[in-house]
């Protein structure tokens, strides 16, 4: 049996076992409304229904109770006390919430992606060789696809947005992309083909990814992969959507199929958050002002 999730080490286990995810806890604190779906009897939903809105501390309490009382409970619980974690500059403890994220395949999790990048090293020339024994022990040893998406404001925009159904939620199946001679675009402040601006953040209308690439990533988008682009959608290496587990409150991140070549157009690449003129920036310097790339 295993509880996703009590600490890292569930975190492990449920990727490494490939378990399903099943989230009660919402960005609030408190246990959402829906029931999971493996609680198919009438009194497990009704044990559930009397957690549901709670807050994690009021909920812990109702749910020892409710073992008391069916006697489910095999010894009456005692006070004790172990370590447990805290945010930083905080007063509560950490809570596990599972949010979207972007992720790029790195053969972590596909052999025959592993096989073939294996594969590509081998044909590349290395100066010195053993750099190649690295290169290959290195994606041998990768336990986990790439994580690129990060919840902060500055940076290069993951340049995607999603229809909104109509009650205004988003539709995670209608990712809207740029056209790559658009590119760069701040989803934020720029409007997806064929919408206009009075239709953001409306039911039946678009919103924005707030998402930023990790810097790793962006410093690593570079000209050069114009030239790598083929090889690497050869061998399948793409955006995919996912579930990825974070401390502390995160905003909910949504994922998307794209090539990952594609992401960003070469005036886009840049090597991390360095400061960059007007004149061999892409991107006007009237935006640059009230853009998320202001800092740069």
Same mark, same amino acid.
């Given at each position: 049996m295993i509880c996703t999730f009590g600490d890292?080490?569930?975190?492990?286990?449920? /990727?490494?076992?490939?378990?399903?995810? /099943?989230?009660?806890? $919402?960005?609030?604190?408190r246990v959402i409304a829906e029931a999971p779906e493996a609680?198919?009897?009438?009194?497990?939903?009704?044990?559930?229904?009397e957690l549901a809105g709670k807050t994690v501390f009021s909920a812990r309490k109702r749910t020892v109770e409710l073992l008391e009382e069916s006697?489910?409970?095999?010894?009456?619980s005692k006070p004790f006390q172990h370590a447990v974690k805290f945010y930083e500059k905080g007063d509560r403890p950490l809570e596990i919430v599972s949010t979207r994220q972007w992720y790029l395949r790195n053969g972590a999790r596909d052999a025959e992606l592993r096989d073939?990048?294996?594969?590509?090293?081998?044909?590349?020339?290395?100066?010195?060789?053993?750099? /190649?024994?690295r290169y290959e022990n290195w994606t041998n040893g990768l336990t986990g696809d790439w994580l690129v998406s990060r919840q902060r404001f500055f940076g290069v925009a993951i340049p995607v947005w999603y229809g909104l159904d109509e009650n205004g939620e988003r539709d995670y199946d209608r990712v809207i992309t740029p056209s790559?001679?658009?590119?760069?675009?701040d989803p934020t402040i720029d409007v997806p083909p064929g919408y206009t601006e009075e239709q953001r953040g409306v039911? $039946? $209308?678009?919103?924005?990814?707030?998402?930023?690439?990790?810097?790793?990533?962006?410093?690593?988008?570079?000209?050069?992969w114009s030239a790598a682009g083929s090889a690497m959608r050869s061998c399948g290496t793409s955006w995919r959507p996912s579930t990825c587990v974070r401390r502390g409150r995160t905003s909910s991140v949504p994922g998307s199929s794209r090539p990952c070549?594609?992401?960003?157009?070469?005036?886009?690449?840049?090597?991390?958050?360095? /400061?960059?003129?007007?004149a061999s920036s892409s991107i006007p310097t009237a935006r640059r002002c009230r853009s998320r790339r202001a800092m740069w």
């Open positions: 890292v080490t569930d975190i492990v286990w449920w /990727r490494e076992l490939d378990l399903p995810n /099943r989230t009660i806890l $919402g960005k609030d604190g609680l198919e009897s009438d009194a497990a939903k009704a044990a559930y229904a006697g489910e409970l095999l010894e009456v073939k990048l294996i594969e590509l090293g081998a044909g590349m020339s290395w100066h010195p060789d053993f750099m /190649r024994v790559l001679d658009s590119l760069p675009v039911p $039946g $209308g678009f919103d924005a990814e707030k998402d930023i690439f990790d810097t790793w990533a962006t410093s690593s988008l570079t000209h050069s070549c594609a992401a960003l157009s070469k005036t886009d690449a840049r090597p991390g958050p360095t /400061r960059r003129s007007p």
